[in-house]
């Protein structure tokens, strides 16, 4: 396993408890032909996670701010952009 695998092991032990429920419930209404239903509890889980995803991007600035950064829900909410695609590679960090 490597570091990526790894290093927010915690935030993945937080966030999963969260979403259990929202995709049972999705579960729950397709498996019953429920499709507003479900198109509700969509939003509701790609809000959670856009929300987590947040509180994740605040707390990896929280932890590496120096004195540059003195408002970091600002920083986050006008300095970095959302993330729409995944990136193609993945950077290994090199021993030196």
Not at 56 to 82: R, S
Not at 89 to 94: K, S
């Amino acid at each position: 396993m490597t570091e990526r695998d790894t290093h927010f092991a915690g935030y993945a032990d937080l966030l999963f408890p969260e979403l259990t429920g929202l995709f049972y419930q999705l579960y729950t209404f397709r498996h019953a032909d429920e499709h507003s239903a479900a198109e509700q509890i969509i939003y509701l889980i790609k809000e959670h996670l856009a929300q987590r995803a947040y509180d994740l991007a605040c707390h990896v600035l929280e932890h590496a701010k120096g004195d540059i950064i003195d408002n970091v829900e600002f920083y986050v909410k006008w300095n970095i952009p959302d993330l729409t695609q995944w990136p193609t590679e993945v950077e290994q960090p090199t021993a030196e």
